[in-house]
């Protein structure tokens, strides 16, 4: 389970694309708040959501299966009890990491995904630690947990 | 590979704080600006929408005032923290964003005096009644408790009467009726004592008194633990679509930082009450050296409560670092050790033998002591309560504050003890000539 800042540092520095499962078009809901944010910090997002035709201006997708490029994340906005079949689609198709967001903690997708190779983060949002890491949440009055005599990169 | 624990000596010194994105400033730039620009239309409407972290407005935040309220939340071992223009308006943030009309609110007794006045008067007028309690009954907070109750409010250490709160047992009743305990936690300051840890929910700061530490500069912060179960069904205001803040379910959306964030949004933006960067840059200098100095007033402070003990012209003494003290075990069980004895703070009272016109004359005699109304100062500070912050009170009024007749409070200072200790003999020389 990646839960140290430098794992996470790795994750989120070395990822470009995240599809995001179970994405909203409502724009006060907090799927949409993290994908926009990901989104103008220079992530590809890529919405899968059977609900939707386009989201965010990225075109939607019911399953992670028919993604035609290269998914870094999987970013689950699911359930619990419905992360694992997203967790098998993630390995089939080549994910490099299956992030669990708050309050979404599948102990056994998070095993299977990890044993498969990928990175697993759980139980934290993609964007509070996007912020966290790289600046923007320190503005907010957040314990960051971040000490560092070097200047942000 | 887990993350390294720093300690709280180090956190006071570099949490919040990592060298300037833009300058590679090492130390903290302070920046003295209103406002701040947006990058185009879409940013500015992120911002807005809270969809993306930055800044706006001063009134809301700043990159200089974050820092401090980093520092302090990492001090705490909270979530995170919301600065304001003094403690008074720390507290009113707090317990602004908590309450609304028809809510109750529990709390200590002998509290400190603004905080009396805004519970029993301020609050009292937007329609939120207050029960106050024996501090040091856990039956009387939990025989108050109410089903409209929403707040349980009290001091980790009483100012003036130095009571000291059993923080688990109070937190436990809060929370068996599902709302939060707030904690003042000003006289210990983070250093001593993290009311988190036993089960707080929000701390409060007057960050003027120890965080500052040196009498200079106005400043409060509060700060909120990540913990509270904001969905219990008792705070739609935390769960519902915001009013004051087009339709944000603070909550859902920020989890254990939403408290905070709604306190920020929805009360500091509205009533004001904003931090200045050069504040909190002047805080924050003090905190850099916070752990050295609580060390320091809490060994002179147990030296002049033993001195007071032992002198003949003193008719009793209050100071939770002295074994007698009847809180004593709370003491050690809640506050860190200075020198292998747990640190008490630096603020005790004692009584002149001799009553009120005794009192009086120890504060008019005293050299090297500062009469003032403050505390958590580089000096040493004096103040006879029934003459002056209690005087419009009675006799029974000023007793069930905690306030006797004969009553002096000191806070102790950085001088050395020797000295403090020659003015305080000589004084009460005087005081009874």
Known sequence: MADDIATLRRILRTSRTIAVVGLSAEWHRPSYFAAKYMQEHRYR??????????ILG?????????????????????????????????????????????????????????????DVVMDRCVKIEHARLFGGLNW?????????????? | MADHRFQPETLAIHAGQIPDAATGARALPIYQTTSFVFDSADHAASLFNLQ???????????????????????????????ASASGMAAEAMALLTLLQQGDHVVAAGALYGGSVSMLAVNLAKLGIETTFVDAASVDSFAAAMRPSTRAVFAESLGNPSLHVLDIAAVAAVAHAHGVPLVVDNTVPSPFLCNPIRFGADIVVHSATKYLGGHGTTLAGVMVESGRFPWDNGKFPGMTEPSKGYHGVKFFETFGDFGFTMRARMETLRVYGAALAPTSAWQVLQGIETLPLRMERHCANALAVARFLAAHPRVGWVNYPGLPEHPDHDLVARQMRPVNGTPGASGLLAFGVKGGLAAGVRFIEAAQLMSHLANIGDTRTLVIHPASTTHRQLDEAQQQAAGVAQDMVRISVGLEHVDDVLWDIDQALAASTA
């Open chain 1, 45 to 54: 997002i890529v919405p899968v959501n059977p609900r939707y035709d386009e």
């Open chain 1, 140 to 153: 907010a009055g957040v314990n960051t947990g971040v000490i560092s005599a070097r200047r942000p990169v």
């Open chain 1, 58 to 118: 990225e075109r939607c997708h019911a399953t992670l299966a028919t993604i035609e490029i290269p998914i870094d994340i999987v970013d689950v906005f699911r359930r619990t009890e419905d992360v694992m079949p997203v967790a098998e689609q993630a390995i089939a198709v080549g994910a490099k990491c299956l992030w669990q967001q708050i309050g979404v903690k599948n102990e056994a997708a998070a095993a299977l995904a990890a044993r498969a190779g990928l």
């Open chain 2, 52 to 82: 993306t972290f930055g800044n706006v407005y001063s009134r809301l935040s700043n990159p200089t005032v974050a820092v401090l309220e980093e520092r302090v939340a990492a001090l705490e071992g909270g979530r995170a923290a919301l």
